[in-house]
């Protein structure tokens, strides 16, 4: 018997929703997948919506029917405030209240790294650390967390809160030795959020087996995550191919990279 009878995907469109259709099916008899732009068609066992998720109505039109939620979709960089308020904080909203008015009782949501980047890199974080967002993006990622704890203290939602670090099929400059996270793992990573007995609201930074790391994971064991793969495979790789960078540069100092360099989006200081 599959977990779910239809689990909904955001985002499904982007590198990472991508993963995830795939990924994912096998847990649900029926994979409904969203986004603000064109999909690919449905297969067997998907069901394909495009919906803007700033849009209330129709946010709760395609979470109708559904029993789990992998929310992933929301702008997915920096972006204008009006951009990020519509898509991600308006629409990580929607996503809450349309799950509570479906009774649907559990969401993994696609948060980042960004919403902590202002923590030194040598002073590093586990999933208790406070809130330092580094852009509006990050803002927008502390909001939806918040909204998490919310939903679950008063309404009995669970939530996984993903700091997914660098998410891409190889880590490709220094930085990503330790913040790399493969395709295969982050779908693991999500499954486990999904099928744990209880999550409450738990943070867990979005990581594979790296040897070199500005996060600690130690208080998500409840989860059964153990990642596959290591950035250190690409370690020669990458470190015969870049140079180290300015330990003072703040992209450098700071976990967030080159975000914590980035001016107000809406000044075109990026």
């Not at 923590?119 to 650390?129: F, I, P, S, Y």
């Not at 099929?169 to 499954?191: A, H």
């Not at 703040?250 to 001016?263: M, Q």
């Amino acid at each position: 018997m599959k977990r779910f009878q239809r689990l909904l995907i955001t985002g499904a469109a982007g590198n990472l929703g991508r993963q995830l259709r795939q990924g994912l099916a096998p847990l649900a008899e029926i994979v409904r997948l969203t986004d603000h732009v064109e999909m690919a068609p449905a297969g067997v066992g998907e069901e394909v919506i495009e919906c803007q998720l700033g849009d209330f109505d129709a946010v709760m039109a395609v979470v109708e029917g559904c029993d789990g939620i992998v929310h992933f979709g929301a702008a997915s960089n920096e972006r204008p405030w009006a951009e990020i308020l519509d898509s991600s904080i308006k629409g990580g909203y929607n996503v809450y209240e349309a799950a509570r008015r479906h009774n649907i009782k559990r969401i993994v949501y696609a948060s980042s790294i960004h919403a902590v980047g202002y923590v030194r890199r040598e002073d590093g974080a586990d999933t208790d650390t406070p809130h330092r967002p580094d852009s509006l993006y990050g803002l927008s990622k502390c909001f939806v967390e918040d909204l998490a704890q919310l939903y679950f203290h008063k309404f009995g939602i669970e939530s996984a809160c993903l700091r997914i670090n660098s998410c891409f099929e190889k880590p490709i400059d220094r930085r990503q030795l330790s913040t790399w996270i493969s395709f295969r793992d982050l779908v693991q990573l999500t499954e486990r959020c999904l099928v744990s007995e209880r999550i409450g609201v738990t943070v867990v930074y979005g990581i594979s087996d790296n040897r070199e790391a500005f996060f600690s994971n130690h208080k998500i064991r409840h989860l059964g995550y153990k990642p596959l793969d290591s950035s250190e495979n690409y370690r020669a790789e990458v470190e015969s191919e870049t140079q180290p960078g300015d330990p003072f540069d703040p992209a450098v100092e700071y976990v967030g990279g080159i975000f914590t360099r980035y001016g107000h989006p809406d000044e075109g200081e990026k």
